[in-house]
């Protein structure tokens, strides 16, 4: 009963190259479930591209990666005393990059040698986004601490606000070292890198891309679920966990996908415009009267859900109006990549 994502190889492939022309020094990022196409696969990718280094979230994704492709690997999230050495240690150690945000990180850093030497590692700054890295000030006491390589300043950047202006602090503080002249850099568009690649040209800028590449070019995809049941119901008729009435005549369909894959998952809404926040009122005043709208698409709708998705097969109602698939059919899914698994993926 699978619920199965089917890819477009030709397009998917030229998109990844188009991308990589575009941007010289791509750092690709391979995290999570792969952007719901699996970490192996994308490290396969990342040595088709020749990509000289890959970044993965945690040090957990280190693993899968580096059997798959020979390109460095720089682990975003940042180095902590508590991560244990096996997770850096070994056969890959000469190929890790460790990123580090506070300078007792670092000095804790220094005493981790292994048969790679001293530790690679890349500063983080701490951004306006505020999640993980040094001040500013901070920057030419760490670039000089000894016993770790330092290989240059990483930046991840907010998607609001005036991230050039941001950037271009940042790049003033940065002490770099011939040896530490490259920047990493996230969320930055084509048109804010090349203004500060022409205003620091001294400086290697390496833009760190996961979503537009990976994702990019999503004409491409195609998720589709396996239609399991297909029952008619009357009004008043009963169903599910929670035995919800129907409030009309319709059908009830099974469909393959529940919360195990991801259907049903979502992130909060940033409600960051009128709009967005007017829109997430109105859902919110559905879920509270039991509506929740599902990701599968019937006759060109979506339709709802009878109830939350259980964990391998969602129930959705179908109106009488509309003629239900048979069993062994299957209808598209419109589906949220980074949190969705699938059953079956295939790249023709």
Request: aromatic share 6%; net charge positive.
């Amino acid at each position: 009963m699978p619920l199965s994502l089917t890819v477009d190889g030709d397009r998917w492939r030229a998109h990844l190259r188009a991308v990589e022309a575009a941007h010289p020094g791509l750092v690709p990022v391979v995290k999570g479930n792969g952007y719901g196409l699996g970490l192996a696969r994308l490290a396969r990718r990342v040595e088709w591209l020749g990509a000289d280094t890959v970044a993965v979230g945690t040090y957990d994704e280190v693993a899968e990666v580096v059997q798959r492709c020979t390109a460095d690997v720089l682990v975003l999230s940042p180095w902590r005393p508590f991560i244990p050495s096996s997770a850096y240690h070994g056969s890959a150690a000469r190929r890790l990059v460790h990123t580090v945000g506070r300078l007792e990180d670092l000095a804790a850093l220094t005493g981790e040698h292994d048969s790679g030497g001293a530790p690679r590692v890349v500063l983080e700054g701490l951004t306006s986004m505020r999640r993980h890295g040094l001040a500013p000030e901070d920057l030419a006491a760490a670039a000089r601490v000894t016993g770790v390589r330092v290989q240059g300043l990483a930046l991840h950047l907010p998607m609001a606000g005036d991230r050039v202006a941001e950037a271009e602090r940042w790049l003033r503080a940065w002490p770099a070292s011939e040896a530490a002249s490259t920047v990493y850099v996230s969320h930055l568009s084509d048109t804010e890198l090349a203004e500060l690649g022409a205003r620091h040209p001294r400086l290697r800028l390496r833009p760190r891309i996961g979503t537009r590449l990976w994702l990019g070019d999503r004409l491409g995809f195609e998720v589709r679920a396996s239609v399991l049941d297909a029952h008619p119901v009357a009004r008043g008729d009963r169903a599910g966990y929670r035995q919800r009435r129907f409030t009309r005549d319709g059908h009830l369909l099974v469909i393959a996908g529940g919360t195990s894959h991801g259907i049903g998952l979502a992130a909060p809404a940033s409600g960051v415009s009128a709009r967005n926040r007017a829109a997430t009122l109105a859902r919110g005043g559905l879920d509270a009267a039991g509506f929740a709208l599902s990701p599968f698409v019937v006759s060109g709708r979506q339709r709802w859900f009878l109830e939350p998705p259980h964990m391998q097969v969602s129930m959705v109602f179908l109106p009488g109006s509309v003629a239900p698939p048979a069993v062994g059919d299957e209808v598209m899914a419109q589906v949220r990549y980074p949190t969705t698994t699938f059953d079956r993926i295939t790249i023709a």
